[in-house]
């Protein structure tokens, strides 16, 4: 008698254990997780609050992990341990696409959700900068060029750079190599004051070869990395009256009040100038969403539709509130037949 209640109790254990597990298969994970760009990760967030507030799903996690970090956690792998979506502050690499399809990530939804400009900033309390982007290239590129050669950059106050700029040392607050917003910040600063330099063509006659170091920012002091979080950088201003900083529009935008973006080649960093195209340092930004995970995770089509939604990036809408340059109709029509997409 005792055998045998002992074998049922065992039985029912088995049986339970069975069901628990399909229950868990069924339903990998109950919330959106989202991964990637710092500056990204504001406008985000605050779709992610709406979405949960205003809708049967909860309210999606996400993780200001830096673009390039994002990509590699979002590429990793298919299955409730993996991000459904990656912030990003630059279009998504062809290598990280071909990590994304080495472990079976073939589809990827690329949903541009508006622009952003990068500014170069510094304390309210002290003179605005007004710089020009050639200016930018001598004071934080690795090499600069002397006497028809390359040499490392031996820079150490602005007014050295150009009389005209204040006797004051050069002291760039800006984020590492794996975020976006550098990324960009090279490609739109330093590049084009430096691809066509003669120096540089003697020196690197291969496009690509110049174009990688083009891009590589001097490691002595004078530009300062501190991680992925841009309210970091306007901590930093606020507390050092004699630095600059290097962030997204979005986050002068917010701080308005404390710090100030530098006039470059002319043109003040405003929404008006960043929309109209004539600030010269501006990006587009992205949400990217896994579409397999539509079928494995709550909510992932609806978050996307969520993104892209008029009440979201429309002229009025409430990203648009927070700092969000909206998308012409062509890129919205766009980005809304990819969100479309998912399945």
Not at 110 to 138: C, H, P, W
Not at 191 to 219: G, M, N, Q, W, Y
Request: aromatic share 8%; with cysteine; charged share 25%.
């Amino acid at each position: 008698m005792l055998k045998r209640t002992l074998f049922g109790l065992v039985m029912l254990y088995l049986s339970l254990s069975v069901i628990a597990c399909g229950a868990n298969s069924s339903k990998v994970r109950e919330q959106i997780r989202v991964v990637g760009s710092s500056t990204v990760y504001p406008f985000v967030t605050v779709a992610a609050e709406e979405f949960g507030n205003n809708s049967k799903f909860k309210t999606p996690i996400i993780e200001a992990t830096g673009t390039g970090g994002g990509f590699k956690l979002f590429c990793s792998g298919i299955g409730g341990k993996y991000p459904d979506f990656s912030n990003a502050s630059r279009a998504i690499k062809q290598s990280e696409i071909d990590r994304c399809a080495k472990n079976n990530i073939m589809e990827i939804a690329e949903l541009k959700i508006g622009y952003d400009g990068i500014v170069l900033a510094n304390s309210v309390e002290v003179e605005r900068f007004e710089l020009t982007k050639r200016q930018m290239f001598l004071a934080l590129a690795k090499q600069i060029p002397l006497d028809g050669e390359l040499v490392d950059n031996f820079y150490q106050n602005w007014n050295e750079v150009d009389p005209s700029l204040p006797d004051q040392k050069i002291e760039v607050y800006g984020p590492p190599p794996t975020s976006g917003t550098r990324d960009a910040f090279v490609e739109l600063v330093l590049e084009p004051s430096c691809k066509d330099l003669p120096e540089f063509i003697a020196a690197f006659p291969d496009k690509k070869h110049r174009k990688k170091t083009c891009h590589l920012v001097r490691e002595d002091g004078r530009y300062i990395e501190v991680g992925e979080n841009d309210n970091l950088i306007v901590q930093k201003l606020i507390a050092n009256k004699q630095a600059l900083g290097i962030f997204g529009f979005s986050f002068l935008d917010e701080n308005g009040a404390t710090v100030q973006g530098s006039v470059i080649d002319g043109v003040e960093p405003s929404f008006e100038n960043i929309s109209s195209g004539s600030y010269g340092v501006s990006r587009p930004l992205f949400v990217y969403a896994k579409n397999v995970h539509s079928g494995m995770i709550p909510g992932v089509k609806e978050f996307a539709l969520e993104l892209v939604s008029d009440i979201a990036i429309g002229e009025e809408g409430y990203l648009v509130e927070k700092g969000l340059i909206p998308l012409s109709k062509e890129d919205l029509d766009k980005t809304r037949k990819a969100a479309a997409m998912i399945k």
